[in-house]
């Protein structure tokens, strides 16, 4: 009998925790962080479409802004990008790439432009527009090309 009131108790409270962390979406760019809303507007000719709100056991853990151009970068919940992915046809901004990656990618790969940037703990992944992938530390020193 014990056991059914604590297996009852804890699914309320898991559905609790699950209710709590649900997503949120908005067509408001006034939802994100200062500093995300000044990195869009000095970075970006798009306009925010759409802001996802990811939430972990009820506090907000990323924003992820999709640009009326289809460009899609995330942010942390302080309003830091972390990651940005524009169309093929189009170039990640220069200002949000540090200058060795864009000097080493203008000379080893002529005619490439960055369409995704991934800034990880130990440094950059960069995505080209000819698919190929490569890792720099975080000073912006190439370490390899990646699958």
Do not use: C
Request: aromatic content about 10%; charged content about 30%.
């Amino acid at each position: 009998m014990m056991k059914k009131y604590l297996l009852a108790i804890f699914a309320i409270i898991g559905f609790a925790v699950f209710a709590q962390a649900r997503d949120t979406y908005s067509h408001d760019a006034s939802v994100l962080p200062k500093a995300a809303q000044t990195t869009i507007a000095n970075n970006f000719k798009a306009k925010v479409s759409v802001v996802k709100i990811d939430k972990d056991f009820g506090r907000i853990s990323e924003y992820e802004a999709i640009l009326t151009d289809g460009t899609e970068i995330s942010f942390d919940r302080d309003g830091n990008w972390d990651n940005v992915e524009v169309n093929k046809s189009a170039s990640v901004p220069s200002s949000l790439i540090p200058e060795p990656i864009r000097v080493f990618v203008n000379r080893n790969q002529k005619g490439q432009r960055i369409v995704g940037v991934d800034k990880e703990r130990h440094g950059y992944d960069i995505e080209l527009s000819n698919g190929i992938d490569m890792k720099f530390d975080k000073d912006g020193n190439f370490l390899r090309y990646d699958d």
